[in-house]
């Protein structure tokens, strides 16, 4: 019997997939099955020639520069979205052979990270249907890609002026970009008021109405709000900033320093538990007062409805521990640890390691 591709894998596992040309089209997946989020955003290792370690086997897989390592521009030639060279097949072998089902990806301005990987730009209509078949690229290996849109330090009507005129009537990125976070990477802390998280969520979900729309923050916050001119939050409570934004997304990607000192017992009010403890609570069904609590049952008067509808929001371990393997070579086995931890005791997937299945929620 042959043996299927991972394409093809994901085509079976997910049910509604479809192939044309050899090429899988997303546009029919459930959003049910795309929020089942199992990926690695900067932990698999490999001896790859760009990051923190070139050429050691310790070095990050870090896919969203997985162009820099071939020819960006042109698709069907070596290197190419189409034609992968044999590292970068590599590099796409050794993190599906973990279990991953999603991966990080974008912005279109490709901002380098610390200068350790080429920069390219994907952001006029010619290069961005090149970005796209990148974006192609990993749903043909089985790869839910994760677009994160905003540029780092772009504004709503930046981000807007750059995205509306390559997204809107494009009937190929309607199909492929399914699971997008209008708001990038960790855009604030409290420099954007509820509004504007509302907002960017808001027309990210009209400017692509079939994706998954998520939103990922800074670590150690916890809700997104601020001051600006839109709006100021200040002293009206989390429970206020967040039903502001929840009837814009259908999940948020949490972000937490706690990998920096797990064996620490730094939160005063529990001081019986280790940070780690205390970041695992969070995700928890059965501790008071968590994520968990406050978006399923109402605690504290944190809204329980989403753009899913009268149900709360996914809740997922977004990021914990790229940073300190990425830069300190932590153990890649201990994120993997945090991200299963999660999801035994209620978060709704991982974005930063992990090696169990993550369930598909029912409403």
Known sequence: MRTLTPAEQYTVISGTASRVADRVDPSKIPLRQLAAIRGAMWTVRGPWRFGPRP??????????????????????????????NDEQKAMMKTYCDGGYTHSCFGPVTAQSYHGQYPDF????????????????????????????????????????????????????????????????WEPT??????????????????????????????????????????????????????????????????????????DVHGDPNHPQNTNYDNWAALFD????????????????????????????????????????EYWHNRPYTEGVNWGNRAVSVGADGYLDSGSVPVPVRTP
Request: charged share 15%; with cysteine.
């Open 55 to 84: 050429g050691d086997p310790s070095n990050i897989t870090a896919l969203e520069y997985i162009y820099s390592y071939g020819d960006p521009y042109n698709p069907t030639a070596k290197g190419g979205a189409f034609n992968l």
């Open 121 to 184: 730009l994907f952001n006029n209509p010619q290069t961005f249907d090149r970005w796209l078949d990148w974006v192609q690229m990993f749903w043909n290996h089985g790869v839910a890609p994760v677009l994160f849109l905003h540029p780092d330090g772009a504004s709503l009507e930046e981000t807007k002026a750059l995205y509306d005129p390559l997204i809107r009537n494009n009937t190929r990125a309607q199909q492929l970009m399914r699971i997008i976070v209008p708001t990038g």
């Open 189 to 262: 802390r409290y420099d954007w008021s509820s509004n504007t998280w509302a907002a960017f969520c808001q027309w990210g979900h009209e400017v692509l109405p079939n994706a998954l729309i998520l939103i990922h923050t800074v670590p150690d916050v916890d809700a997104p709000g601020g001051t600006d001119a839109r709006g100021d939050d200040n002293g009206k409570g989390n429970n206020t900033v967040w039903a502001r934004v929840v009837p814009h997304i259908h999940g948020w990607l949490t972000q937490s320093t706690a990998f920096e000192t797990p």
């Open 285 to 324: 069904r059965h501790v008071r007062g968590s994520y968990y609590d406050r978006f399923h049952n109402g605690y504290a008067g944190w809204p329980t409805n989403s753009l899913w509808g009268n149900e709360p929001i996914y809740l997922y371990a977004g990021e914990y521990c790229s940073y300190w």
